[in-house]
């Protein structure tokens, strides 16, 4: 999968599947090569094959950023009625699953723009005790570079994408 060709259906993609998932999966790799996956609910990517997550919760990622700054992040469209159609029809319409490749960038001070979008993207649970807790107060984000792109494959459901 192109990455710079594919790019705006990335984007949609990501779109999705934070909204019936509330996260994607970001994996890097510790001093000791092993392998961890960290749920990330505020990742964002931007027009130019990069992208941003606020960095309040992780601690394995900056940790292991300093050592080894390659990630893989999966974003899955796991909405029930997207599924239910594509198992009717036996293909799926639009991707399923997708792998970003990419290296983690430096911690900096969230901008108004980033913290505009992080509150656009959570305004439907604004009010809830919960949201506060988990998105206010974020003040730094860390960024990615993204170099490669990868499709899911699932056989012949999406042997047509």
Known sequence: ???????????????????????????????????????????FLNNDQTGFYFEKFPSK???????????????????TLFWIKSLFKEKFSKYPAIKLY?????????????????????KATNGLKGNTYLWGSMEYIREIQFIKAEKINLGKMTSEL
């Open 61 to 79: 990622l900056p940790e292991h950023a300093r050592i080894n700054k390659n990630i893989c992040v999966l974003g899955v469209n796991s909405g």
């Open 102 to 122: 990419g290296k983690l960038g430096e911690r900096k001070k969230a901008t108004d723009k980033e913290i505009n979008r992080l509150n656009r993207r959570m």
């Open 1 to 43: 999968m192109d990455l710079h060709a594919n790019w705006n259906k990335i984007r949609q993609h990501f779109n999705r599947s934070f909204k019936s998932n509330f996260h994607v999966s970001i994996a890097s790799v510790d001093v000791n090569n092993n392998p961890t996956v960290t749920p990330i609910g505020s990742l």
